[in-house]
């Protein structure tokens, strides 16, 4: 007993099986959990935690700490030691069966999972080792073969299986056939061989697709492979009930075709005005059910994350070629289920198969959010009000994250404007930068660090609501384009251009006071200070837009280009279930504003030169068109691509630094305002049995997950108990 408990435990303990397998690890033939005053986690703790940590598990408990615990809930003391009942495990401990007319035997069966020994009562050391069970990643399967190991032989008899199969409410409500071939073929033909773990499992896995296709020989009375929709509706809420949402179950008599509607569907067949349900629709319906997730999985992976998106049956039947487990016929009745809840419209969405999916351990998750209210209940409820309280909702986002995106990149911005606006020709002497490195070290030199960041103040008050504005417009005509989730390439081209367009209206007075605050370190004489009021003084109302035409030359293709290859790109880096991470999205701005910038450099010089004052010497341009013939005349081709490897290295990761926080900012603080969500920023998961885990103090360990693990061999094993007695008249 000298030695550390976890050290003998956790390397085998996530392949516990059976009940001697169990007692083997945890040592009780000899000295019974004798060791347990020794920390669990004394040299081990880091590599458990780890290992529980990447399957989303529990940390084992310290047996020192379930001590008072159970001494607390056991009621029951034999030759000097404490014990839990039934009653103190399920009922008290655990909170389950509370009700004053709780089915005794239900209570029985679930307390046998833990009593190791079969005696009817549970000793501490069968509570530490239970507890460890709870925490193993097949817990469901173990608890649920505790349960079936009726005498603690390791293995499962016919009769132990038969014992406790009866006891459960479908076998109540449809019986079923012991004596059958499928229970010969697992038990032997004189049901005399017992059956392991393993064999277990599958074992519990096919006997309730066996209790489905006996159920429906009974109700086949012509023995032609059909039974009416009324049997069919009997058999699923009393056969396959776990496998039914409130809407599948509501529905069942209208997906047959014995709906109000009297339209014959394919899969059934009239008979003197009764609509009769065949077999391979039956069966195709009760696979559909087990599959769900799958079907969600194939839906994610069409969709790229895009969870508003409605696809057709035609593209889903596309997507699932290369899925062998779904048919055609599950497809069609997927589709048909989907159509019950908005007929006359034959698409499927996210929404859809969340009405359908039986699972209960489902959820989609979110990055962790500050802010998560949802502001109207549906898109139905959805008015000018909400909408324009969205575009402000979004407008203030991307102020903040086109204030982030500005200020990372300014010293590049800096060194690319005055790149620019260096000319040959027609200035007598030697030009200033040899290139952009050499541009950057002068003005560290002969400026210091701060002159990188000549003009910033009006680069944000500037560049926050010029990014804002974009952003909004962008989502805003984003939103007007997409049907049903899908919007078209020309949506998102003139969407973008219009997001460009709006921008220039407000930014171009701020961004010619920037220019000229950035060029000023070259120009101004010494004691004399050029600041914004002096070039705002200068320019006057009117020649604060002087460029705007190269302006909108610049921002309407860029942002044209830039939106498009953004989204994408992001569908590009997205994740199998369609999830954007924060790197993801970083990448995938990056990479947009690569061809954008670059393509439209050309307008970006012209626009710098007309907005930048001449000094003496130098060519003075009257337009747009009279920069570009003068450029070409005096300085060539080449002038045109002044500053673009600057440009490029400005623009891309500015807006990889916009459109992260942008995004980003979207998931924490989120707000539903019935409009479409961001691409990528949800992800479909399995919720684990930690999201149903109890808060219950006196819950620890494993026992955090007893409550959950009890309910999940309900739902997903279809192993309901009687919770009530049986009235007797």
Not at 141 to 170: G, M, V
Not at 382 to 411: D, K, M, N, Q
Not at 596 to 624: C, N
Not at 669 to 679: A, M
């Amino acid at each position: 007993s000298g030695t550390n408990f976890m050290e003998t435990v956790t390397p085998s303990y996530d392949n516990l099986l059976t009940s001697q397998r169990r007692r083997d690890l945890l040592g009780t033939k000899n000295d019974p959990f004798g060791s347990f005053s020794i920390p669990l986690f004394r040299r081990a703790d880091c590599n458990v935690e780890s290992a529980l940590a990447t399957r989303q598990a529990i940390p084992r408990a310290n047996p020192d700490h379930l001590r008072p615990i159970f001494d607390q809930y056991a009621s029951k003391e034999r030759e000097g030691k404490k014990f839990m009942t039934s009653e103190d495990f399920i009922r008290r401990y655990l909170g389950l069966y509370t009700e004053d007319n709780y089915n005794k035997e239900s209570v029985k069966i679930l307390a046998s999972a833990a009593d190791t020994t079969k005696d009817g009562d549970i000793s501490f050391e069968e509570f530490c080792a239970f507890e460890a069970i709870l925490c193993s990643p097949d817990a469901l399967y173990l608890t649920a073969f505790e349960i079936f190991d009726k005498n603690s032989s390791d293995s499962i008899t016919c009769d132990e299986f038969e014992q406790i199969i009866r006891h459960t409410q479908p076998l109540h409500d449809m019986p079923f056939d012991f004596d059958s071939d499928f229970i010969r073929r697992y038990f032997g033909k004189d049901k005399k061989r017992s059956i392991g773990y393993h064999a277990f499992c599958q074992l519990l896995h096919d006997f309730y697709e066996e209790q489905g296709v006996q159920a429906f020989k009974r109700y086949d009375n012509g023995g032609d492979g059909s039974i009416s929709s009324l049997d069919f509706q009997k058999i699923m809420t009393t056969v396959k009930g776990h496998l039914l949402t409130s809407f599948v179950r509501h529905n069942l008599i209208a997906v047959s075709g014995g709906g109000a509607s009297g339209h014959k569907l394919p899969w059934s067949k009239l008979d003197k005005e009764r609509v009769f349900v065949t077999f391979p629709y039956y069966a195709a319906f009760n696979s559909l059910l087990g599959k769900m997730e799958l079907i969600k999985r194939v839906y994610v992976s069409l969709t790229r994350g895009n969870f508003d998106l409605e696809v057709t049956k035609e593209e889903f039947l596309q997507a699932t070629q290369s899925y062998a487990q779904i048919t055609p016929y599950e497809v069609e009745i997927l589709f048909h289920l989907s159509e019950l809840a908005h007929p006359g419209v034959k698409t499927l969405s996210l929404t859809d198969i969340e009405r359908i999916d039986p699972e209960r351990l489902k959820r989609t998750s979110h990055l962790n959010r500050i802010t998560n209210i949802k502001a109207v209940q549906s898109k139905d409820d959805r008015g000018v009000g909400t909408a324009v309280l969205e575009s402000a909702y979004r407008f203030a986002l991307g102020s903040i994250a086109g204030a982030c995106g500005a200020t990372a990149v300014y010293p590049i911005d800096l060194v690319k404007t005055r790149m620019q606006n260096q000319r040959g020709g027609s200035f007598v002497g030697e030009v200033m930068y040899k290139n952009s490195l050499d541009c950057f070290r002068k003005v560290v030199k002969f400026e210091g660090l701060l002159g990188l960041y000549r003009g910033l103040l009006p680069q944000i008050v500037g560049v926050a609501p010029e990014k804002a504005i974009k952003l909004t417009m962008n989502d805003f005509m984003r939103d007007k384009f997409t049907q049903g989730g899908h919007i078209p390439l020309y949506g998102e081209i003139i969407a973008g251009a219009c997001g460009g367009a709006s921008q220039v209206v407000f930014t171009n007075p701020l961004e010619i006071v920037k220019i000229r605050l950035q060029v000023a370190g070259e120009i101004q004489a010494p004691g004399h200070k050029i600041g914004v009021t002096s070039i705002i003084r200068e320019l006057g109302f009117l020649g604060l837009y002087k460029g705007a035409r190269a302006c909108f030359l610049r921002d309407v293709p860029f942002s044209a280009i830039y939106f498009p290859a953004y989204a994408h790109a992001k569908l590009a880096f997205a994740d199998d279930e369609g999830h954007n991470s924060p790197g993801s999205l970083f990448c995938a701005a990056f990479i947009a504003g690569v061809p954008a910038a670059g393509l439209v450099t050309p307008a970006d010089v012209i626009k710098t030169r007309l907005q930048v004052a001449a000094r003496a010497g130098q060519t003075t341009y009257s337009g747009v068109i009279d920069c570009a013939r003068k450029v070409y005349a005096e300085e060539g081709f080449k002038a045109f691509w002044k500053g673009t490897a600057a440009r490029v290295c400005r623009s891309s990761p500015q807006f990889g630094v916009t459109l992260l926080t942008y995004e980003v900012l979207q998931r924490l603080f989120y707000v539903d305002f019935g409009g479409t969500r961001p691409s990528g920023s949800e992800v479909s998961t399995h919720k684990t049995m930690l999201d149903e885990s109890s808060l219950n103090p006196d819950h620890i360990g494993g026992y955090r997950l007893a409550a959950a693990t009890f309910s999940g061999i309900e739902h997903k094993f279809g192993l309901f108990l009687p919770r009530f007695e049986v009235v007797k008249k």
